[in-house]
């Protein structure tokens, strides 16, 4: 075989990867997950796949319910890039719940020229066959919905028929003892840890202790916790002081599950992904069903802690008395705690100072975790408030910016390479679709051949082409989206005549309205802007406000300040 027969063959390879997905503890536990790759690695050797660990993809918890998964994540990337032919799956449920997410995925990937096959399902050549996998994934996902339905409604019956095997465990002080032939599940009082709640309880509503003294207490006598291998944290004491489980009452359906609305910060510092596409909120107290357990505290007690937890709460020293103007947007950017107020007395005044939470040694039972120093809150306020009254003095500085990240998206370099590198794999797949016919016009290359081959390039081709329009377009979409940022001018002109003579909740809403976030790192601090914007893209008369758009895009941060002589004590 010649070296253009080589290449050519090396060409008709299909390139493929393995994805499987497990939903829960227990199956990963069972190491289901082993048994999907298992099953789908025979399969792919039967069929003559060549497939190394690099390119087997593996979700382990997730949910098909949602999209957001590392592994199915990684798998579309490479499919958009064309760097894969096939995507081989056990089944359709394993690749989504939902069918509507099927479909989604299917056609993505057929977009880009990817195939999907699926090991445990029926081949989709046929309309027949493909109304088959559909409903096979329509099957799935009425499935999983009347599963999810029936457990619900089952907990239910069982916690209002008195149950304790419907709740997620005994809290501390009892010990949960499994039903067995004779007996029901119940909850059993271990008494060494009951004496503890009791303790917990008469020094908070009678001792008139905080919780954060509790908790050091408890920590100074070296009480274990219910795993022994931990300390005490204020968000355990502060659990056992709610839990109406002490008076004899457990309540089912203390929480719900609801989607997830926002990226908090710390999940945003972990990328903005998270395993769970839901978080739980508390339901009204009207809707939980108590269950009947021994009770360990008087109902007095329990109402005078209620009582004490909610005066506490009014009248907490961290509640803001008086309001700042960075009030809740300063981060860390060593630790990723947030800033607090702070204050210290000198012979003359009293001095306010932003203080990050993560360089506090008495919270942490390890000592501090960042070494950030306080700043004094006059320095910093000023500095903000005069780049927002530059901002507002000068709306040029910001189109300048834009223009200035116009040119630098139609220049970039990775841009440029990315569609340099597609146009020649274009050219080159054309290339070898032509040296076929070429070879068939010659007599060297049979009819079966030429269709097989000159099939798996035009595959190739129609992949390439679709990435290439898929860059045009997002270039296209960018310089619109950074055109659209020109109608902040508006919105600057409006607050620039009354900026000067403000009160403080006024200025607060300004800044809140112009920055997103101030991160501070050191004497070094980053002002991340936003700004909101009326929606410019709707074919009919009117206008939608909408969310500020971040004028920080990925690495390249606009910046202000970036070093604050004097800024720390």
């Known amino acids: 075989m010649n070296d253009t027969a080589k290449q050519e063959t090396t060409m008709a ?19 289901t997950i082993g048994s999907q790759t298992a099953a789908v690695q025979e399969f792919a050797r039967k069929e003559g796949y060549v497939i190394t660990q690099e390119l087997i993809f593996e979700d382990e918890g997730y949910s098909g319910s949602t999209l957001v998964r590392p592994g199915l994540e990684r798998v579309r990337d490479l499919a958009a890039e064309g760097h894969i032919d096939t995507v081989l799956v056990y089944s359709p449920d394993r690749l989504s719940r939902k069918y509507a997410y099927q479909v989604l995925l299917m056609e993505e990937f057929a977009h880009n020229g990817v195939d999907v096959v699926f090991v445990n399902a029926p081949s989709a050549h046929t309309p027949e066959e493909q109304l088959l996998v559909q409903f096979q994934g329509m099957i799935a996902e009425y499935e999983r ?21 419907v709740l997620s465990g005994a809290p501390y002080g009892y010990r949960y003892v499994k039903k067995n032939d004779g007996t029901a599940a119940y909850y059993e009082v271990v008494e060494s840890e009951a004496d503890v709640v009791k303790m917990i309880y008469d ?13 050091r207490l408890l920590n100074d006598r070296e009480i274990p916790t219910r795993k022994g291998i931990s300390q005490w944290e204020r968000s355990t004491v502060w659990a056992i002081l709610r839990n109406p489980a002490y008076i004899g009452k457990a309540c089912f359906g203390k929480t719900k599950q609801t989607t997830r609305r926002k990226v908090t910060r710390k999940l945003r510092l972990c990328g903005g992904h998270s395993p769970r596409s839901s978080s739980s909120i508390e339901t009204p107290r009207a809707e939980w069903i108590e269950i009947a357990v021994p009770a360990l505290i008087s109902e007095e007690i329990y109402a005078l802690a209620k009582e004490k937890l909610v005066e506490n709460k009014r009248f907490a020293s961290r509640q803001t008395k008086e309001p700042t103007l960075l009030q809740g947007m300063l981060v860390c ?60 003095e000068n709306p040029t500085l910001v189109e300048v910016e834009i223009e200035r990240r116009i040119e630098a998206a139609k220049n970039s370099v990775g841009t440029k390479h990315k569609r340099t590198t597609l146009e020649k794999e274009t050219v080159r797949t054309q290339h070898a679709i032509q040296r076929l016919l070429d070879a068939y016009q010659e007599n060297l290359l049979g ?9 798996v390039l035009r595959k190739r081709e129609k992949s390439l082409q679709s990435q290439l329009h898929s860059l045009e377009m997002a270039e296209a ?22 900026a000067q003579n403000l009160t403080m909740p006024e200025k607060q809403q300004i800044v809140r309205s112009l920055v997103k976030e101030v991160q501070i790192e050191g004497e070094k601090i980053r002002i991340i802007h936003s700004i909101p914007l009326k929606n410019k893209l709707s074919s009919t008369n009117t206008t939608e ?25």
């Open 447 to 455: 009819i079966d051949d030429l269709r097989n081959r000159v099939g």
């Open 545 to 569: 406000a909408t969310a500020g758009y971040r004028l920080c895009l990925g690495t390249d941060k606009l910046c202000f300040g970036e070093y604050i002589p004097s800024l720390c004590t």
């Open 145 to 165: 919905a009347q599963i999810a339905e029936r457990s619900r409604r089952g907990k239910r019956y069982r916690a209002r028929s008195g149950v304790v095997n």
């Open 13 to 31: 390879m299909k390139n493929a990867v393995i994805y499987a997905r497990v939903s829960s503890e227990q199956q990963r536990e069972a190491q």
């Open 203 to 215: 020094l908070y509503s009678t001792g008139r202790m905080s919780m954060g003294a509790i908790t």
């Open 333 to 392: 950017r060593k630790c990723g705690y947030a800033y607090y107020r702070t204050s210290t007395r000198t012979s003359l005044k009293k001095i306010y100072y932003y203080r990050c939470l993560g360089s506090d040694d008495y919270r942490y039972p390890n000592g501090r975790k960042c070494d950030s120093l306080p700043i004094r809150q006059d320095y910093l306020d000023d500095l903000v408030w005069k780049q927002v009254l530059t901002l507002l």
């Open 477 to 498: 979409q960018e310089q619109l989206y950074f055109r659209i940022m020109h109608s902040m001018q508006n919105f600057l002109s409006s607050l620039d005549a009354k």
